[in-house]
């Protein structure tokens, strides 16, 4: 809260506070925007659906014989405009509702991210659609983290790539009723490395 008498904003990381004529009452600051930095503590993957076979992806040589077209299917990370890793708004506000949600109340939760309902429609007294029970706005809102800073990681890495900002792991498929490993169903997943940095902007909206 503040004394409407002022108008807050950011410039370059700095708080400059605008003296405005007095009202008659205290208002909610309306915008605050802020940063914050993003350190990985392990390696991350928040894939779009989409994979590429690891031949595309690494220049490795010569496959095994039964990769020896375009070698296994790899699930790609999310990147951003320019093809760096970054991490989706909705990745991160998935992640700070779960952290949230573990010290306070479902009614923090609606007021800092919001509410999904399925919309129900009703007609008014004079016959007009209106929606009851549609959710609602959050007051956070967060955009894509992109990144910041990648540091050299060591070549030891699985198929680490410096000019691609990732590595590729593999992994081996579970069956689910035997609780073993399911014969030739290795499954490749790019990730960016741990101890990257990415930088996060967001507005909260009083």
């Not at 004394?3 to 007095?22: F, H, L, N, W, Y």
């Amino acid at each position: 809260y503040r004394s409407a008498t002022a108008d807050r904003k950011s410039v370059q990381g700095t708080t400059e506070v605008i003296e405005s004529p007095a009202p008659t009452r205290l208002s909610l600051l309306e915008q605050v925007r802020f940063t914050a930095t993003l350190r990985l503590l392990s390696d991350l993957h928040v894939g779009t659906g989409s994979s590429e076979r690891l031949r595309s992806l690494r220049d490795l040589g010569p496959l095994p014989d039964n990769d020896a077209n375009d070698g296994p299917l790899v699930a790609l990370i999310f990147r951003d405009n320019t093809s760096a890793p970054a991490i989706p708004a909705t990745a991160l506000k998935g992640a700070l509702r779960k952290a949230v949600l573990q010290t306070s109340g479902e009614h923090v939760i609606r007021c800092l991210f919001g509410e999904i309902k399925d919309t129900e429609w009703q007609r008014d007294d004079e016959g007009a659609e209106q929606a009851v029970d549609a959710g609602g706005m959050g007051c956070v809102w967060l955009r894509m983290a992109r990144l910041a800073e990648a540091p050299a990681h060591p070549g030891t890495r699985p198929y680490w790539n410096p000019d691609a900002g990732s590595i590729i792991t593999t992994h081996v498929a579970i069956d689910r009723k035997t609780g073993t490993a399911d014969a030739k169903k290795l499954f490749y997943v790019e990730r960016v490395p741990q101890d990257d940095w990415f930088k996060l902007r967001g507005v909260f909206l009083g």
